[in-house]
C-alpha cells in the first residue's frame, strides 16, 4: 500500500529547532518530486518546499533560508529540518507526492510558542 | 512567483446542485492545475490534475476545464459528501503555489 507518515512535529519555543520526517512506503522517494505542505490553524494550505527525483531543492519564500529538505534514500523517507521557527511558523505540516499531490500524509502538528 | 486566486470564496448549495468553482493565475500555467478536496481534520484529497484529467477512484462528476490562465472544478451534481473545502494548485513554476480555497457548505 502506498503511504506516507509524518512525525517529529511538537511544541518549540521561537527560535528553536525540529526536523520533521515522512515515511514512505510502496514507493520509491528518492523516484518522485516530495513535497512538504503546512496549514496554519483556520488557514488554507500553503506549499513549503519540495526536492525533485533529480536532487533540485526549492523553497517558498517565507521559509528560505531557514528549512531544509532532504531525503534518506536507504530509509526511503524525506525530511524537512525546521531553523529560526517562528510563531507564524504553527501548522499541521504534510508531506507529499508528487508535482500534482496524489499522495499525502495525515499530517503532523508543530506548535512555535513559549 | 505566481499568485493563484479562487472564486467564490465560499458559496452554499443544495444536493443535486451544479457547482463551478474558478480558479485564476497571475499568468499562464499550460494546464499545470491540480484541484483538491478537504473535509475539516483531514489531509487534502487530490481530485484532478492536468487541469481535466480526474484521478483513479474519483466521481465522474467532478470535472475540470480551463486554458492559460483560468480554470474551473465543476460539480455536476452535489452529493453530501461533497461539502468541503476545495483547493487549485498550479505546478508550472518551480514554486508551486494553492489557492485560498473555495467553502461549499450546505444551504
Known amino acids: 500500500e502506498v503511504q506516507l507518515v509524518e512525525s517529529g512535529g511538537g511544541l518549540v519555543q521561537p527560535g528553536g529547532s525540529l526536523r520533521l520526517s515522512c515515511a514512505a512506503s510502496?514507493?520509491?522517494?528518492?523516484?518522485?518530486?516530495m513535497s512538504w505542505v503546512r496549514q496554519a490553524p483556520g488557514k488554507g494550505l500553503e506549499w513549503v518546499s519540495v526536492i525533485y527525483s533529480g536532487g533540485s531543492t526549492y523553497y517558498a519564500d517565507s521559509v528560505k533560508g531557514r528549512f531544509t529538505i532532504s531525503r534518506d534514500n536507504s530509509k526511503n523517507t524525506l525530511y524537512l529540518q525546521m531553523n529560526s521557527l517562528r510563531a507564524e511558523d504553527t501548522a499541521v505540516y504534510y508531506c507529499?507526492?508528487?508535482?500534482?499531490?496524489?499522495?499525502w500524509g495525515k499530517g503532523t502538528t508543530v506548535t512555535v510558542s513559549s | 512567483d505566481i499568485q493563484m486566486t479562487q472564486s467564490p470564496s465560499s458559496l452554499s448549495a443544495s444536493v443535486g446542485d451544479r457547482v463551478t468553482i474558478t480558479c485564476r493565475a497571475s499568468q499562464g500555467i499550460s494546464n499545470s492545475l491540480a484541484w483538491y478536496q478537504q473535509k475539516p481534520g483531514k489531509a487534502p484529497k487530490l481530485l484532478l490534475y492536468?487541469?481535466?484529467r480526474l484521478e483513479s477512484g474519483v466521481p465522474s462528476r467532478f470535472s475540470g476545464s480551463g486554458s492559460g490562465t483560468d480554470y474551473t472544478l465543476t460539480i455536476s451534481s452535489l452529493q453530501p459528501e461533497d461539502f468541503a473545502t476545495y483547493y487549485c494548485q498550479q505546478y508550472y513554476s518551480t514554486l508551486f503555489t494553492f489557492g485560498p480555497g473555495t467553502k461549499v457548505d450546505i444551504k
Open positions: 510502496g514507493f520509491t522517494v528518492s523516484s518522485n518530486y
Open positions: 492536468a487541469a481535466s
Open positions: 507529499a507526492r508528487n508535482y500534482y499531490m496524489d499522495v
